[in-house]
C-alpha cells in the first residue's frame, strides 16, 4: 500500500499594517473607524505613558516589581476592542493596554504592583480577572468561565492571554485539550514576546510556529503580526466569531517583542543583543499607527502634543488614587480568607498573635496578666 | 430512613443537591458512564445528563483548574480525583488558585469548590492509591478540609461543603466506603463543617481520630475495658478544638491516632492545642498513634503501617499507666 497523507494544513500568517507602512487595503479596509482608530492609539500611548512611570515610581521606591509592558501594547487591546463587555478576559500581566480598554481602573494595576490586594478586588462588571503571576495557570480559569456561560447557556466567550513560554507548562495543553474536547469557546492568545526571562523561544517550542500548537488540539488557529492594531483586530474578529458560533475554541499567535526587561527586576542587556532590541525598536505598534493616522490627516503633531499632556494628568492622578489609597488594616488580610471566619482565625486576627497564653479566655485565670491583647492589633 | 452504605449516602446526597440546586454539577475522570471507579456517581449521568456530569480528559490539574473557573463563574462544581495519590497534578491549582482567589482579590472573586478525593489505606491498592495528605491541604489557608467517618456524617457533611461559599477538599475513606451500612435519612439534614461528633463518653480517656481510623478506635475502646471518650474531629480544617478541649479538660488523657505519617501530621497540631488549652488539666502527655514516617508500603505490609486496635490499645494503655 502507497503511504497516504493523513492530515495536512498551513498555519495563516496575517499582516495588514507593517512597519513600512504598508497597509493591506482588502483586509483592513473598513476593519477600524477612523474615530476608533484614533482612540485604539489614545489608548496605546497612555499604556505605554504609565508604563514609564511605573518603571519610575519603582526606581524611586514607590512601588514594587514591576513588569513592563512596552512594546506589547496592540495585543491585548486588539482582543479587548473586539471582544463584548461580558466576555471574559483572562489575562497574565502584560496586558494592561486591553484591561485599561475594558474599563479597569489604571490604580487597580498600580495597586497591584504596590503590593496591596485591593488592586485585584477588580469589580465584576468587567469581566476580567485579576492579575495572574504564576506563568500558564490561567488558562484553565477561563476555559472554567466559557464553560459556565455555555453551562447556563449564555452567548459569552473567554478569551485569555499568555506568553510563549506558558505553553511550556502543562495547564496549557490541559486548557486546550478541555477546550477543545468539550467544546467550550475559549480565544487562546499566545503573545510570542520570544524571551521567557532569559529563555529564548526555541528552548519553549522546536515547532516553526507556536499557532500550531494550538492545531495540534483540533483547533483553528492562526499567526498575526502581534505588533499590528490591525491584525490583531482582525484575527480576534474571527476567533471571537468562531468561539461564540461554534462553540469551540480558537487559537491566536501574536508574534510581538518585550522592548523593556523582563520586570523592574530584571536587566535584559545580560542576555539580549542590542541590535534585536533595535530592531524591533522599528516595529513598534505605535509608530506606525501614528504615520497611518497622518498619512489619512486623523493626526497632527498638534493632537500628539494635547494627547501627551492629557496623559500625563491621567496617570499622575491614577498614581496620585493609588498612593494616596487609605493604608490598609491587618484585619483585611484574615476577612478575606473565608466568608465565615473559623473562631480560631478570628482570635489571631484579634489579637495579632498565635501564641495563646492571654488570648484564650478559657486559659486559667493565672495568666490573664501575661500578653494582653495589643490595643493596636487592628492598625 | 434507608440503610446505606457510604458510597450510598455520598450518591444520595450528590443526586439531592443536583435536584435542588441547577448550579452543582460534577465533573472528573470516570464519573459519568462508569459511574466513578468506586461508584460512587454510579447512575447519576443518566439521570442528570451528560451536561451534568462530565467526563473530563484525564488530567487532574486541568479537572481542578477548570472547576476553579466554573466556581468563578457562579456555579457550584464538585469534581472528583480519583484517589488522594493523583492530587499532586492539581496541588497547585488547589494550593496557588482555589485557595488564594478570596483573599487575592478581596473577595472579590470566590471559589465554591468541593473537592472529593477517596483517601487512605486498607483495601490492597496499588501504588499510590492508599495515602492520607489532609494535612498538607490543612496546612494550606483557605481551604477548608473534610473527612466523614459514617455514612449519616458524609451525606450531612457533603450538602454542607457543597453549600459552602468556600472550596472544600472533601476526602472520603475508601476502606470503610462499603465497610458498614447505618441508617441515613433521606430527608435532607445538614452537618456543619468544624464540628467534632463524639462517637462514645468516657472519663478516663480521650481518643481524637478521624476517617476511616475511627473504626479501628471503637475497636480499640472497646477492648480496653476503660472509660475512653471518643472524638472524631470529622472536619481536619477549621477543627472543632472548643470540642477537644471540654473533653480533655474532663479526661487528662488525651491520645490522638491518624493514619498520615506522625511527623508534621494533624496529630501534631490536635496535641499543640491540648497543651496550649489544657496543660493544667494533663495527667500524661498526648501520645500519637499514627502512620509511620515512611512511605505508604505496598498492600502486603499496608496493615502493618496504619494505626490498628492493638496499636491503638498499647497506647491508650501506656497513657493510662503514666
Known sequence: MPITTAFKTEIPRVSILDEQGNFDEKLGKGLIPDADLVKLY?????????????????????????????????????????????????????EN??????????????????????????????????????IGTQMLHATGLAWAAKYRGEKQIACTFFGDGATSEGDFHEAANFAANLKIPVVFVCQNNFWAISVPGHIQCSAPTVAQRGLAYGMECLQVDGNDIFATVWAMRKAAEHARTT?????????????????????????????????????????????????????????????????????AEAVARAENIAAPHTADFFNAMYQELPADLAMQRDTMQTHSLGQDPGQLSSTEHLNKPAEHAHH | MANLNMVQAINLALIQEMEKDERVLLLGEDVGANGGVFRVTEGLQKRFGEKRVVDTPLAESGIIGTAIGLAMGGLRPVPEIQFEGFLGPAYDQICSHAARMRSRTRGAFQVPLTIRVPVGGGIHAPELHSDSPEAIYAHTPGLKVVMPSSPYDAKGLLVA????????????????????????????????????????????????????SVIQCMQAIEKSGKSVELIDLRTIYPFDIEAVEASVRKTGRCVVVHEA????????????RIMERCFLHLEAPVQRV???????PYYKLELEYMPDAARIGRAIDDVMAY
Open chain 1, 247 to 315: 462553540g469551540t475554541p480558537y487559537f491566536i499567535e501574536m508574534v510581538t517583542y518585550r522592548l523593556g526587561d523582563h520586570t523592574t527586576a530584571d536587566d535584559a542587556s545580560r542576555y539580549r543583543d542590542k541590535a534585536e532590541v533595535e530592531g524591533w525598536k522599528a516595529k513598534d505598534p505605535l509608530i506606525r499607527v501614528r504615520k497611518h493616522m497622518e498619512r489619512l490627516r486623523l493626526w497632527s503633531d498638534a493632537k500628539e502634543k494635547e494627547l501627551a499632556e492629557r496623559t500625563e494628568k491621567v496617570v
Open chain 1, 97 to 134: 493596554c486591553g484591561l485599561f480598554w475594558r474599563g479597569v481602573p489604571m490604580e487597580s494595576i498600580l495597586l497591584h504592583w504596590m503590593g496591596d490586594e485591593r488592586g485585584n478586588a477588580m469589580p465584576r462588571e468587567h469581566h476580567a480577572t485579576p492579575i495572574a503571576v504564576p
Open chain 2, 161 to 212: 461543603a457543597i453549600r459552602d461559599p468556600d472550596p472544600v477538599i472533601f476526602f472520603e475513606p475508601k476502606r470503610i466506603y462499603r465497610a458498614f451500612r447505618e441508617e441515613v435519612p433521606e430527608d435532607e439534614y445538614v452537618l456543619p463543617i468544624g464540628k467534632a461528633r463524639t462517637v462514645c463518653e468516657g472519663n478516663e480517656l480521650t481518643v481524637v481520630s478521624w476517617g476511616a
Open chain 2, 261 to 272: 505519617p506522625l511527623t508534621a501530621g494533624m496529630g501534631g497540631e490536635v496535641s499543640a
Open chain 1, 42 to 94: 489614545e489608548a496605546m500611548y497612555a499604556c505605554r505613558h504609565l508604563d514609564g512611570v511605573a518603571f519610575r515610581l519603582q526606581r524611586s521606591g514607590r512601588m514594587g516589581t514591576y513588569p513592563q509592558n512596552m512594546g506589547q501594547e496592540a495585543t491585548s487591546l486588539g482582543a479587548a476592542y473586539v471582544l463584548n463587555k461580558n466576555d471574559w478576559l483572562v489575562t497574565c500581566y502584560r
Open chain 2, 290 to 296: 499514627a502512620g509511620f514516617d515512611t512511605t505508604m
